[in-house]
């Protein structure tokens, strides 16, 4: 018996793959678990514009990430910060910054995908990058200048 597998089963498959069980098993343990569902030729047909239309979303998904990356390596970020005398800021510049900056620049970018291992603190030039899409990076050069 051909069943469609609506949840990952253990030991058996992943979801949205079709396997061959027993009639027993299948008719007995997954379907009435809603684990899986019969492989009709209809749904079979269905199963295959899913994976289409998933694999144009995600093609459309990367492209529109290519654009952004382009777009966000072109950018420069300025941030004014009081600070000492050594150049040494009193407060920080976070992701949570960075990302505002991004935001009110129109960029979409959630504060997670900025990879930031400590706070900027101090005065200077500095390359950040951002994580747009899987294996998809953009560089934004951030200038941090002291107050005047």
Known sequence: MKVILKEDVPGLG???EVKD??????????IPRGLAE???PGR??????????????????????????EHLEKQELRFRLAASEGGRLFGSVTATDIAGELQRLGFAVDKKKII????????GRYEVTVKLYSGI??????????ES
């Not at 199963?47 to 144009?56: E, G």
């Not at 930031?116 to 005065?123: F, Y």
């Open 44 to 69: 079979l047909r269905e199963l295959q514009h899913r994976a289409q239309v998933s694999k144009k979303k995600e093609r459309r998904q990367k492209e529109e990430s290519l654009v952004q990356a």
């Open 116 to 123: 930031l291992e400590e706070p900027i603190k101090a005065v």
């Open 21 to 30: 069980v027993a009639p027993g098993y299948g008719r007995n343990l997954l």
């Open 14 to 16: 992943e979801k949205g």
């Open 137 to 146: 990076k953009a560089v934004v050069a951030i200038e941090v200048e002291e």
């Open 38 to 40: 019969e492989a009709t």
